[in-house]
């Protein structure tokens, strides 16, 4: 490996332990906070944190006004779907279920890559991606195989499907659209049109389905939700994938599910057993194939 492939490598495998605390919003921060205020909220304090450090990117008008169709797209598919709609899933359907379907994230992402943009399918990718799914799968079922077969899907699944995919179409283009902008320029201004674009939907909620409650832990869940999977985990995420490309950065959704998983055993005393060692060295056979060259 050469000296510069070194670190967007080693963050492969840091990103998901920012990503996966998403995880513990969804099940810690939903109990307090109606899904898609908290989605909003998270946005809108990314979007105000960032403009700390980068308030010049006011000074430049013009790369704004000719790059706010992609930046506003970006930010719909980045922040509006993947963040308001995992929240509103969980409502109706299984962390087992969301498990699965959000693992087909980089299926989609492999499958657009190669037939929109011509990107390389080579057989280390193959049998890569393979592995990590058959080492998630043996994490969400627990070792139980008879648990896929007994299923059921419900609305909720259906939009963890549209999380799925949203996050493919955002890794995609985040790495296909080049722009003027740097890496923390460019996400102050996703992270503003992702709040843009989740605020008619969080008036909706306001007013017609669920009221926020303004008090300590609504700030407490913002703000964590705000700074490690958002700040934190989306540079990593975009750095990493400016090195590896939109294909083998979106493996880091696998790496994603198997840190979820130990973020239960932490959090809500789920227990350590044989199935997650299993699952997880295969994850990480995956992710090490996926970077060899055919």
């Not at 010049?56 to 598919?77: Q, S, V």
């Not at 969980?90 to 990107?119: A, D, H, V």
Request: charged share 10%.
């Amino acid at each position: 490996m050469k000296k510069k492939d070194f670190l967007p490598y080693t963050l492969l495998f840091i990103q998901p332990i920012f990503m996966a605390s998403n995880l513990v919003v969804a099940r810690g921060g939903v109990e307090f906070v109606p899904p898609i205020s908290l989605a909003f909220w998270r946005w809108l304090s990314v979007f105000l944190l960032l403009m700390l450090f980068n308030y010049r990117i006011l000074y430049k008008k013009k790369i704004l006004l000719k790059e706010y169709k992609e930046l506003f797209f970006l930010g719909l598919m980045g922040c509006g779907v993947c963040g308001a709609f995992p929240f509103i899933a969980g409502q109706t359907t299984t962390i087992i279920n969301m498990g699965i379907i959000y693992t087909s994230s980089p299926i989609f992402i492999i499958l657009i890559s190669y037939f929109f943009f011509k990107e390389k399918m080579n057989f280390f990718k193959f049998i890569g991606l393979l592995s990590c799914l058959l080492g998630v799968l043996i994490i969400i079922v627990r070792g139980e195989y008879s648990t896929l077969i007994s299923l059921k899907f419900t609305k909720g699944d259906l939009w963890m499907l549209g999380a799925s995919i949203g996050w493919a179409l955002y890794s995609i283009f985040l790495f296909n659209w080049k722009s003027s902008l740097n890496v923390f320029e460019r996400f102050t201004a996703i992270s503003f049109f992702g709040a843009l674009s989740l605020l008619p939907f969080y008036m909706f909620e306001q007013n017609f389905i669920n009221v926020t409650t303004f008090d300590l832990k609504f700030f407490f869940w913002v703000i964590f939700a705000a700074i490690s999977p958002g700040i934190i985990a989306f540079i990593l995420y975009t750095y990493t994938q400016k090195y590896l490309g939109a294909t083998t950065t979106g493996f880091t959704l696998y790496l994603f599910t198997v840190y979820g998983a130990f973020y239960g055993i932490l959090f809500f005393g789920e227990t350590l057993e044989l199935f997650h060692l299993y699952g997880t060295f295969l994850v990480f056979l995956g992710v090490y194939l996926v970077r060899k060259k055919a």
